[in-house]
């Protein structure tokens, strides 16, 4: 049993005195880490000069490079630097660079150490720090107990897990892709159910927008103003803050925690939003940021709330209104200056045409597309827990090997 601190160098001095001041060594921001086991994209290092690169931590080719924020480690951002410009470069201080003596420890061993469920269970025990940006400390690394094997024996179980982890790896990704083919196949059934209807032999005319293309004979032309009409009612802090997302529609604020937008003390600016309302994120509706409230509540005073007019089926028109090539159209009629700025006006929704079935028709095709949502999404939650079986399986087959649980020799 012995300490990293024995077997690496934390935090290597640069060696670059033949480089001169002006030399374009590389810079390795975080996002070029890649998770799990994925190395260091160098087609993502960000060339610099020597002379600019002073404040940040030095790297060499083959130093390992470790997250110490706890975001970055908890999705295992890790890897080995490799095809660096002139040989070094220079990593965001908010990762480890540990350099192995080679006469110890071998590279690849200790990068699936430092993968290793014990290894990740003491860096998370070290942190110190507030919120979602605690650290692992440096003594943590330094000081992890570990046994080491010989060269040979670090090579072989290296070798070994390479074969076994890229097996396990191999069906993950086949299974990630089936799940990006179900999310597909999801947009197009509802985009084909909402802009055709059920029967596909129905007799069709020309809609006569360019986006919208042919729609059912029988359904009627209108706006979206015959639909809804903009309120803003506010002083209902007491009820509960809801949130608009791409992906799910009007949902609870509190039933997520990824959102990094704190909700204010004061409330009483905040709109008050009913069942059946359309909710509205300006600057993100032509990424498909809107939906029909399924319950009460108050949300942001930046957000277009609007109240329903007319008649329409709400879950048919919540799909309609998300849609593909609808977050498109959305596109077309915002303004801005840079795609983060975007904004759609009220006016200009109010203003775009649809073509509406019949509102019994409206109802049984929102029905056919909850049957259609309930079976896909069943697929992808089926796929999604044997995804994490495999990555539970993974882990615990990289900690069995690195602390010699298991002989790879037996295993081979």
């Given at each position: 049993?012995?300490?990293?601190?024995?077997?690496?160098?934390?935090?290597?001095?640069?060696?670059?005195?033949?480089?001169?001041?002006?030399?374009?060594?590389?810079?390795?921001?975080?996002?070029?880490?890649?998770?799990?086991?994925?190395?260091?994209?160098?087609?993502?290092?960000?060339?610099?000069?020597?002379?600019?690169?002073?404040?940040?931590?030095?790297?060499?080719?083959?130093?390992?490079?470790?997250?110490?924020?706890?975001?970055?480690?908890?999705?295992?951002?890790?890897?080995?630097?490799?095809?660096?410009?002139?040989?070094?470069?220079?990593?965001?201080?908010?990762?480890?660079?540990?350099?192995?003596?080679?006469?110890?420890?071998?590279?690849?061993?200790?990068?699936?150490?430092?993968?290793?469920?014990?290894?990740?269970?003491?860096?998370?025990?070290?942190?110190?720090?507030?919120?979602?940006?605690?650290?692992?400390?440096?003594?943590?690394?330094?000081?992890?107990?570990?046994?080491?094997?010989?060269?040979?024996?670090?090579?072989?179980?290296?070798?070994?897990?390479?074969?076994?982890?890229?097996?396990?790896?191999?069906?993950?990704?086949?299974?990630?892709?089936?799940?990006?083919?179900?999310?597909?196949?999801?947009?197009?059934?509802?985009?084909?159910?909402?802009?055709?209807?059920?029967?596909?032999?129905?007799?069709?005319?020309?809609?006569?927008?360019?986006?919208?293309?042919?729609?059912?004979?029988?359904?009627?032309?209108?706006?979206?103003?015959?639909?809804?009409?903009?309120?803003?009612?506010?002083?209902?802090?007491?009820?509960?803050?809801?949130?608009?997302?791409?992906?799910?529609?009007?949902?609870?604020?509190?039933?997520?925690?990824?959102n990094i937008n704190k909700t204010p003390e004061d409330l009483s600016k905040y709109q008050l939003v009913n069942p059946n309302d359309l909710v509205i994120n300006k600057m993100k509706a032509w990424q498909g940021s809107m939906g029909i409230a399924p319950m009460k509540g108050i949300t942001s005073p930046d957000y277009v709330v609007m109240r329903p007019i007319g008649e329409h089926d709400p879950r048919y028109m919540h799909h309609y209104l998300r849609a593909q090539p609808m977050p498109w159209v959305y596109r077309l009629i915002?303004?801005?200056?840079?795609?983060?700025?975007?904004?759609?006006?009220?006016?200009?929704?109010?203003?775009?045409?649809?073509?509406?079935?019949?509102?019994?028709?409206?109802?049984?095709?929102?029905?056919?597309?909850?049957?259609?949502?309930?079976?896909?999404?069943?697929?992808?939650?089926?796929?999604?827990?044997?995804?994490?079986?495999?990555?539970?399986?993974?882990?615990?087959?990289?900690?069995?090997?690195?602390?010699?649980?298991?002989?790879?020799?037996?295993?081979?």
């Amino acid at each position: 049993m012995s300490r990293l601190k024995f077997s690496v160098a934390l935090s290597p001095s640069a060696k670059i005195r033949r480089l001169r001041a002006d030399d374009p060594v590389s810079f390795i921001p975080m996002d070029a880490i890649k998770d799990g086991l994925g190395g260091v994209d160098g087609s993502r290092a960000e060339p610099l000069s020597v002379m600019t690169a002073g404040s940040y931590n030095f790297v060499a080719n083959d130093d390992v490079l470790l997250a110490k924020v706890t975001p970055c480690f908890e999705n295992g951002k890790k890897g080995r630097a490799e095809g660096l410009i002139n040989g070094v470069g220079f990593a965001t201080s908010e990762v480890y660079v540990l350099r192995p003596d080679a006469s110890r420890i071998d590279p690849d061993f200790l990068l699936y150490l430092l993968s290793s469920e014990d290894f990740r269970f003491e860096g998370i025990r070290s942190m110190t720090g507030a919120g979602g940006l605690k650290r692992v400390s440096a003594e943590a690394v330094r000081n992890y107990h570990v046994n080491i094997s010989s060269p040979e024996d670090q090579v072989a179980i290296a070798r070994f897990l390479d074969r076994e982890t890229g097996m396990i790896d191999g069906l993950i990704e086949k299974k990630t892709r089936f799940i990006a083919l179900l999310k597909e196949k999801e947009k197009a059934a509802i985009s084909r159910l909402v802009r055709r209807g059920l029967d596909r032999n129905a007799p069709t005319i020309d809609s006569g927008v360019d986006w919208r293309g042919r729609v059912p004979a029988h359904w009627v032309r209108g706006r979206m103003k015959d639909h809804f009409r903009q309120e803003k009612r506010q002083g209902y802090e007491d009820l509960t803050v809801l949130s608009v997302y791409r992906e799910f529609g009007v949902i609870e604020k509190s039933s997520r925690d990824d959102n990094i937008n704190k909700t204010p003390e004061d409330l009483s600016k905040y709109q008050l939003v009913n069942p059946n309302d359309l909710v509205i994120n300006k600057m993100k509706a032509w990424q498909g940021s809107m939906g029909i409230a399924p319950m009460k509540g108050i949300t942001s005073p930046d957000y277009v709330v609007m109240r329903p007019i007319g008649e329409h089926d709400p879950r048919y028109m919540h799909h309609y209104l998300r849609a593909q090539p609808m977050p498109w159209v959305y596109r077309l009629i915002s303004n801005g200056i840079r795609t983060d700025q975007w904004r759609m006006e009220p006016e200009k929704f109010l203003g775009l045409p649809v073509y509406m079935p019949p509102i019994e028709e409206q109802r049984l095709i929102a029905e056919r597309i909850d049957v259609e949502l309930e079976r896909i999404r069943g697929l992808i939650a089926q796929t999604e827990r044997s995804i994490d079986l495999l990555r539970e399986k993974r882990a615990a087959l990289i900690t069995a090997a690195v602390t010699g649980k298991i002989d790879v020799r037996v295993a081979a």
